[in-house]
């Protein structure tokens, strides 16, 4: 298998919490927190790891809170890479109402990054496998601009490597600008500020994902379409995966795992159909507990196993 690497320029170490009620000024009193690791391609990584695929899982840390998380990633048996800096990691909180059902996600911003301290991501880049997929997943923290990201891209393509980016905003575009990357997973808003319309039905979107195909931004688009599954592109086929319906106890992971999963797909030689799919799949059963949990094999085995189905039989 291809190896894989994942960038995280903001991760954090994740507490999720339930309290019965949610109101002001009084004590909530909350459950033991369950402390878990966090970040776009961190969690990118363990999704691959649970799936049963190896990554390793490059990204800063600081103070007690980078340790903490990194024995997490350890403990899990996650590759881990980090880099050592002056700020703290950042530590974010997810709070399960039980009396509605509801999720509140506090998120904090990402520990700031010097100039110097970024530039050690970028040495690390010429020791990588060539022809070796990076994923670069997840929010920039403050210290660090599109123009930055932009040079690490570029410095990772010079050293051969095929870029996985699932990012949003002016990161996302940024790094679409340089084109020539292997994958991209925006969902259906997000492509449609990348084209700059709107995107009100599937042949749009269909439309929207063949054209940054075309311009030689990207050679796959995996757009995320909610309840709606995904549709998948590249320059010869299109393709939508719609999910089976499942009750679903929080969305949070579901991003990431879908994309740990068609990364691992990717790195396996899978085609196009079939990295949808387990894309899906992933994502699906990362929905299916309450919490921060990622996906589990099992359950993205199940539903894999759904979506391969000759359903016209």
Known sequence: MIPITTLTLAPSLDSATTTDRLYAEGK?????????????????ARAIVHLGG???????I???????????LRAEGITTDAIETK???????????????EQYRFVMPGAHLTG????????????????SLFVI???????????????????????????????????????????NLALVKPNQKELAE?????????DAVRQAALEIIAQGKTERVVVSLGPQGALAADKDRVFQVVPPPVKKMSTVGAGDSMVGAMTLKLAEGADLLDMARYGVAAGSAATLHKGT?????????????????????
Request: hydrophobic share 35%; with cysteine; aromatic share 6%.
């Open 87 to 101: 700020d703290w990691t950042r530590q974010n909180l997810h709070v399960h109402v039980e009396s509605t059902g």
């Open 137 to 179: 997943s997840g929010s920039l923290p403050p210290g660090i601009s599109v123009e930055n990201l932009q040079h690490l891209l570029q410095e990772a393509q010079r050293c051969g490597l095929r870029c996985v980016v699932d990012s949003s905003g002016p990161a996302l575009k940024a790094c679409l600008d340089i084109g």
């Open 194 to 202: 990348l084209v700059k319309r709107n995107l009100d039905d599937p």
């Open 293 to 313: 949990r990622l996906c589990a094999l099992e359950d993205t085995r199940r539903i894999y196993d759904y979506l391969c189905q000759d359903l016209t039989a």
């Open 54 to 60: 190896d990554a390793t899982a490059l990204f800063p």
């Open 62 to 72: 600081g103070g007690p809170t980078g340790r903490h998380l990194t024995e997490l």
């Open 116 to 131: 110097e301290e970024f530039a050690l991501f970028e040495q690390r880049l010429p020791g990588l496998p060539k022809n």
């Open 28 to 44: 909530l009193r909350c459950t033991a927190p369950l402390f878990e690791p966090g970040g776009g391609g961190i969690n990118v």
